[in-house]
């Protein structure tokens, strides 16, 4: 990996205004960066670590939802008890990605800004790849691209947004806190992330500096909830589809429900769509059938990944019927 | 003993840390370092296959801190600059950042049971305690180890005082090669303190991030099975 400069502040403030500078960017568990790091994609010419930050708690908030600091690692907030009882859908979710050794290390705001699996993007001997090289081409869409997206890509790129925690707190309509050179400000997860369009090394609405201080989980409208992960393996694995569902179920019918998908869009996939055609019906195959049509009309498979369409939908139908069983 | 050479001053070896003599940048009293000192390090055998691909100029990978004498900035002076790795305390002071904690475990100071599989997270042959959790030592900067513990196979148990783990893989056949093995060990360790269920399906899944390629794994799920049962019973 190429040089850098390592600082190491203690407080906030002084991890903004570290990473001020051009070429520097936050390391917190690293599993993301080094990785890319050794393989010359990321390139800072500062690293400004995190990891003494006091972001590092879980909190109850007195609406009923939590506060998740940046620096909590994905392991202990899978098990962290309030996570298992009310949000059970984002404990799957985390525990679903990567390995025990790996959710040890991996962080809430590392994982809302983990970089996508495309084997172009990861190689950069592999040729042209516009989210690594702006404006040199995209090598997936007439090459290999069975694990790409369906959902949100562009002509420019059509890279999956790999996460499974992204996809839970999608579904839980978490709110991303920051803060930056010029404050302090929230964003719903749903605006946090940016369709490739023709700037798809532009990913989300972070500006130079900013950091995330913590995540907020609202209440979650229901305690019926599931994440199904389908993959190439049982473990160890990303998602080729997912469905993160939470569903408020009363006398049989949907009353209302929110569902994400993962593996399948360019950026955690929120299915409006599927939740219109679902609210007010009756918790039946027949509708969630429908739902599932309705998250995937607008797909766009590419020559290897037209499989996606139908494990997608399959996958959004047992999640529904999970979750509302 | 094997003839250690030191690298020209303007190359170093593309990822490989050096070992040079003249490279202190990891202090420690001599009796800490193992006595495998006389081994043909990695480096020795990479330095003998002479001007291959891996020199590249220095220009790029000089170590910054020789160069200018001085430690990387750091702007909290209270932050430890030195971590213990199997209870003795090593001096991180001048150490490239670029360094991994499996680099300096295996390359500088010589505790090589911990293994590098795929050097990208994807395997768990690294896998080491810090603070008593299993992480991927293949993914962490040796810097950002600065005021923690440190705990590798050797610092587990060694051979006449082996951990109940470790011994319960030797009852189990829990290998064949040996490679993935430390790591497999470390993960099964950390996995006993670790909130997770009670059947072999929870067991295979906390084990799920250190892949064997020999197939060893029903052996390993007895060995860990074995270990559960007696700390629980
Ligand atoms: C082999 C392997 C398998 C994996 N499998 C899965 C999987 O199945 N599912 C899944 O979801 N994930 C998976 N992952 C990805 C893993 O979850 C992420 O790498 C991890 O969550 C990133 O968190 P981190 O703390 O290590 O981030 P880092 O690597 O430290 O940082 C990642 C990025 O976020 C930035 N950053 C970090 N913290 C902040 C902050 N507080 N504010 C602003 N910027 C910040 C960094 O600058 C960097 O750009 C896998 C990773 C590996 C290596
Ligand atoms: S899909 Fe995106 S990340 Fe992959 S090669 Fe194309 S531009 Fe690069
Ligand atoms: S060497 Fe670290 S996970 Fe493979
Ligand atoms: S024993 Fe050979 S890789 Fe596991």
Known sequence: MNQFNYLHPASTDQAVSSASSDGSKFIAGGTTLVDLMKLYVENPSTLV????????????????????????????????????????????????????????????GGNLLQRTRCPYFRDVTAGPCNKRNPGTGCSAIDGFNRTMAILGTSDHCIATHPSDMDVAMTALEA?????????????????????????????????????????????????????????????????????????????????????AMGGVGTRPWRAHEAEAVLTGKPATPAHFQAAAEAALRGAKPHTENAFKVELAKRCVIRALKVATA | MAERPTLRDDQQLL????????????????SSIPSNLGRVSRRTFLSGLGATGLM?????????????????????????????????????????????????????????????????????????????????????????T???????????????????????????????????????IMSAVALLKEPIGTTDEDIKQAMAGNICRCGAYPNILAAVKQVRGNASA
Do not use: W
């Open chain 1, 49 to 108: 670590d995190v990891n003494d930050l006091p972001l590092a708690q879980v909190e109850s908030l007195p609406n009923g939802g939590l506060r998740v600091g940046a620096m909590v690692r994905n392991s202990d907030l899978a098990f962290h008890p309030t996570v298992k009882e009310k949000y059970a859908v984002l404990s799957e979710a985390l525990l679903s990605g990567a390995s025990p050794q790996l959710r040890n290390m991996a962080t809430t």
């Open chain 1, 175 to 259: 709110l991303i806190f920051i803060e930056g050179p010029k404050g302090k400000r929230s964003v719903p997860i749903n605006d946090f992330y940016k369709l490739p369009g023709d700037t798809p090394h532009i990913e989300n609405v972070l500006e130079p500096g900013e950091l995330i201080t913590h995540v907020e989980i609202p209440p979650a409208i229901s305690t019926k909830q599931h994440y199904l992960k389908l993959r190439d393996r049982a473990s160890y694995e990303f998602a080729l589809a997912s469905a993160a569902v939470v569903a408020r179920v009363e006398g049989g019918h949907i009353h209302s429900v929110r569902i």
């Open chain 2, 15 to 30: 990822d490989l840390e050096p070992l040079s003599p003249s490279d202190n940048s990891v202090t420690d009293d001599a």
């Open chain 2, 56 to 144: 590249v100029s220095a220009g790029t990978f000089a170590l910054a801190e020789e160069e200018s004498g001085t430690p990387p900035a750091q702007e909290n002076p209270s932050i430890s600059r030195s971590t213990t790795i199997n209870g003795k305390s090593y001096d991180l002071t001048g150490l490239d950042p670029r360094v991994t904690l499996l680099d300096l475990l295996r390359e500088r100071i010589y505790f090589t049971g911990t293994k590098k599989g795929c050097d990208h997270g994807q395997c768990g042959a690294c896998t080491v305690h810090v603070n008593g959790r299993r992480v991927n030592s293949c993914l962490t900067l040796a810097i950002m």
């Open chain 2, 146 to 184: 600065a005021g923690k513990e440190v705990t590798t196979i050797e610092g587990l148990g060694q051979p006449g005082n082996l951990h109940p783990m470790q011994a319960a893989f030797v009852e189990h056949d829990g290998y064949q090669c040996g490679y993935c093995t430390s790591g497999q």
